[in-house]
Nanobody, 125 residues
């Protein structure tokens, strides 16, 4: 059972920045597919970013492309989400997700077996 713990959320003004962290209990965390999702009040959970385990290449939702950057530190079993130029519409609970399987659609939440508890990000206008 992999445990994921997010941190770094908070309240920030529009245009500001935050960095989210997701620390895993699994030593081989880098061998998992890893991603960030978010869920705003009254909305469905949506994909934000993912990092490919084979080569570290990242992919982003169109809504955050150019503003958010996902990265990983394999030595610390941690992934990060650097969020710049934040907008009020980025307000949501952000979740870290991970999964050991291969061949799944990684922009879909159902493709991830392990989830963190979430961290609240609130962007004021």
């Amino acid at each position: 059972q992999v445990q994921l713990v997010e941190s770094g959320g908070g309240l920030v003004q529009a245009g500001g920045s935050l960095r989210l962290s997701c620390a895993a209990s699994e030593r081989t965390f880098s061998s998992y597919a890893r991603a960030w999702f978010r869920q705003a009040p009254g909305k469905e959970r949506e994909f934000v970013a993912r990092i490919r385990r084979t080569d570290g290449i990242t992919a982003y939702a169109d809504s955050v492309k150019g503003r958010f950057t996902m990265s990983g530190d394999n030595a610390k079993n941690t992934v990060y989400l650097q969020m710049n130029s934040l907008k009020p519409e980025d307000t949501a609970v952000y979740y870290c997700a991970a999964d050991p399987r291969w061949g799944l659609n990684r922009v879909v939440g159902a493709s991830y077996a392990y989830w963190g508890q979430g961290t609240q990000v609130t962007v004021s206008s």
